[in-house]
C-alpha cells in the first residue's frame, strides 16, 4: 500500500514538473550572452573619431537574419565593422514573435537582457521603464550628439506609447494602418472610388456582398487576432475621439460606456451579415493576405508593412492592383481623414547594465545610417533621417510614402494602453465577437472585467 | 550481495546520487512554486509578499473556472478515447485482421512518432475552411452533406471536439500496440476453452478477456492521463487556445498568467492546483487497482 502511495506521488510530481518545465524553456538560451568592453568612460566625448573599443554585443530580435529588419540590424553591425571598427563583434539571435515579451521579461528579472533586444512599445515597454532595466536612449542621443536623426513623427510616437518625455527605445518603421482593398473586386462590385465616410463603407460593403464576393477580411486565427481588435479599434477611434483607448486605459472611460460597445458590436455585425466569410476565427493574417491579392476578399486591415507582400511577385493583384484607404470617417470633429493609425513596429531597447562608450559608439552608427540604409535596401521608412532615395521605389511603397505624408494627427493600436491581461483578452474574446457568441457590450465586459482584475 | 545491500553506506551510495538529481530536478521547483504562490509580480521585476491573496483570487476567477472544465472534459474523453478504440484496434488485430497485419499496425502507430506541432499543422489544413476548403469541409461539400460544413476549429461548439479528435488519433496506436502486445501473452488454450465452453465474443471480453488485460489497461489509463492532464502543446498548435477560451487548459492558462501577465506567484497557484489534481486521478485510478488485489 506504501508502495502504491509512493508510485501515485511520484507519477504526480513528474507530471506537475513536466507542466512546470514549459515555462522555463525561454530562459536557458540567453544564459550564455556576454558582453564585455575593455574601455568605459562617461564623459567621452563623440564628437570625434570612433575610438574602435573592443566590444561584443547581444542583439536579440524577433526578424531572422534573411528577412527583414534582421538584414537591416545585421547589415548595419557588419558595416561598423567592415567600415569602422574592427575590434567590434555580435552575436545575433532569432526569438519568435510569440515569444517575445515572455522571454525579455523573463531575461529581465534574471538581470540578464541582452545588449540589444527588439521589444513592444506601449505598455510593456513601460514595465521595463519602470524597472530602470533599460537605457534612456533620448538623453544618450543628446550626449553622443545624434538625436536629429530620429525623425521628430518617430519620436513624438515613441514618447506618447511610453507616456514619458523622452524615448527609451529606437524606431524600427514609421507604418500607417488603414484599409488595403482589391480594385478589381471593387469595380466589379460598382464601386468607383473608395470610401471616405463610414456610412459609405458600409454602403460597399454591402454592395461587394451582393456582387457575390467577400467584402472583408481579417487575422481572426489564434495569435493573430491583433487583425480584427484593429477593425474594432479603427471604428471605436473614429466614434469616439483619438484618444478613446488611452482615456479607457486610465479610468477616464471604461471600457463598458456605449459608445465602445457601439463599436465593437458594429463589427459584431458585419460579421453576422457574412462580411468576413465562413471561419474568420481560423485565418491568419497571412492567409488574409493572400486572400487580398488572389481576389478572394475585397477589403483588408493591415498596416503599410504590407506593401513588402504587395511588392513581391506572389502578388497575384500585380503592381497596381491593390489600393489603400485610411479608416473611414464617423464625426470629423473628433477622428479626422488625416489622423492615421501609426505606430514605430516592434522597438530595439538597450540593457542598461551591459551600456557603455562600446556601446554607445555602436548607437551613433546606426542611428546616423540606419535611414539610409532601409531606404537603399528596402525603399522603406524607418523613423529615422535619410538623404538618399530608393533607385527604384515600387507604386506601392511609393502609396505609403504619399500617406505617411498626409498625416496630421495619430491614435495607436487597440492594445497599445493596455496590459498584458486586458490585451490577452481583448485579442482571445473577439474570436467569440466574430462567431456571435458575444455581443459587443459582453466583449466590452470581459475587457473591462480583465482591467478590474488586473494589478 | 546480501552483505552489500546490508551495508547502509553502499545503499545510500546507490540511492543518494539519484536522489540529490530528483530534489533539484522535480521536488524542488514544487517547493519554490509553493514559496511564490504566497508573491504577487515577477521575480527580478516586482515582486512583493501577498499572503494569501493569490489562492483566494483562484475562488473568484471565472477563467480559471473555464479552464478546469475544459481540462476535464478534455481529460475524460481523450483518455476514454485513446484506451477505449485503442483496445478496440488491438482485438481487431489479434481476432478479425487475417492479412496485413503488420502493415496496418505500422500505418496505426506512425501518428505516434510524428512531432505535435506537425500533427496540428495537418488537422488544421484537414479542417480548414478559409481561404479554401479542407479535406473534411471537402469531403462533405461533394457528398452531399454541405450543411454540415464548418468552422471546426473556428467556433465553440466544435472546438474541443475538433481536438480530442486530433489527440485520440495521435496516440490511439500506441494503446493498441501496449494492448496487443497484453492480448498476445494470453494463451490461446484459455480462449479456446472459452470457444468450446460456448462464450460468445462478447462472453469471451467480458469474462475472459477483460479481466487478464486489466492491469495493462489501468498502465494506458495512467499514460493516458498524465498525457491528458498536461494538455498544452496540442491545442498550442491547433487552436491556440480559441475560439475565446474554449479549448484553453490549466496548464495554459497557467503560462499566459506566469509569464506572459507577469504573475509568477498566482500562476504558481495553478500550478499547485494542476498537482492536486495529478493525485485526485491517480488516485482514483488506483481503486481500479485496488479492486484487481481483491
Known sequence: ??????????????????????????????????????????????????????????????????????????????????????????????????????????????????????????????????????????????????????????????????????????????????????????????????????????????????????????????????????????????????????????????????????????VADWAAAGYFGEGINTVTMNAAGQMLMNGQAAIFYNGSWFAGNLNSEDNAAGPDGIGYFNVPVVDASKSGATDYSMNCGNILCLDKTKYDDGTAWFLKYFVEHIGDVAMETEGTVKGYTYKTQASEMSGYTKLVLDEIGKATGAFTWYEATMGAEVSKTAQENVQLLLTGDMNGQQYMESIQEAFDMAD | MRKVLGNKQAIALFVLPAFILYTIVVIAPIVISFYYSFFSGTPGLKWEFVGMKNFLRLFGDSRFLDALIVNLRYIGFVMIGQVGLGLCMALLFRFWLKRFKNLIRTLMFFPVVLPTVAVGQLFAKIYEIQPNYGLLNSLLANIGLRHLVHAWIGEVDTALGSLIVMDIWAAIGFHAVILYGAILDISDDVIEAAAIDGAGSFQLFRHILAPLLRPMIITCLIFSFSGTVKMFESAKALTGGGPGNATKSLSMYMYDVAFNYNKVGYGSVIALFIFLMCIAGSTVIGLFDRKEDL
Open chain 1, 1 to 266: 500500500m506504501k508502495k502504491r502511495a509512493l508510485a501515485t506521488l511520484m507519477s504526480t510530481v513528474m507530471v506537475v514538473s513536466l507542466i512546470a518545465g514549459c515555462g522555463d524553456s525561454t530562459s536557458g538560451s540567453a544564459s550564455s550572452a556576454t558582453s564585455t568592453s575593455s574601455q568605459t568612460s562617461s564623459g567621452s566625448d563623440f564628437s570625434g573619431e570612433d575610438p574602435k573599443l573592443t566590444k561584443h554585443m547581444k542583439i536579440s530580435t524577433i526578424w531572422a537574419e534573411d528577412n527583414d529588419n534582421g538584414v537591416l540590424i545585421n547589415k548595419i553591425a557588419q558595416d561598423y565593422k567592415d567600415n569602422v571598427n574592427p575590434n567590434f563583434t555580435w552575436e545575433y539571435e532569432y526569438i519568435p514573435s510569440a515569444d517575445l515579451t515572455t522571454k525579455i521579461t523573463t531575461l529581465a528579472g534574471a538581470d540578464d537582457l541582452p545588449d540589444m533586444f527588439a521589444y513592444e512599445s506601449g505598455k510593456p515597454i513601460v514595465e521595463l521603464i519602470n524597472a530602470g532595466k533599460i537605457v534612456d536612449i533620448g538623453a544618450e542621443l543628446k550626449r553622443i550628439g545624434s538625436s536629429d536623426y530620429v525623425t521628430p513623427s518617430a519620436t513624438s510616437l515613441l514618447q506618447t506609447l511610453s507616456g514619458t518625455n523622452t524615448i527609451y527605445d529606437l524606431p524600427l518603421g514609421l507604418n500607417i494602418e488603414g484599409f488595403w482593398y482589391n480594385k478589381a473586386l471593387f469595380q466589379q462590385a460598382g464601386i468607383s472610388a473608395p470610401p471616405a465616410t463610414m456610412d459609405e463603407f458600409e454602403e460597399d460593403l454591402k454592395k461587394l456582398q451582393d456582387a457575390g464576393i467577400q467584402p472583408l477580411v481579417a487575422g481572426g486565427a489564434s495569435g493573430e487576432t491583433w487583425g480584427s481588435t484593429r477593425v474594432v479599434n479603427a471604428v471605436t477611434v473614429r466614434t469616439l475621439g483619438n484618444d478613446a483607448m488611452k482615456k479607457a486605459a486610465e479610468g477616464q472611460a471604461k471600457y463598458t460606456d456605449q459608445g465602445y460597445v457601439d463599436a465593437a458590436q458594429k
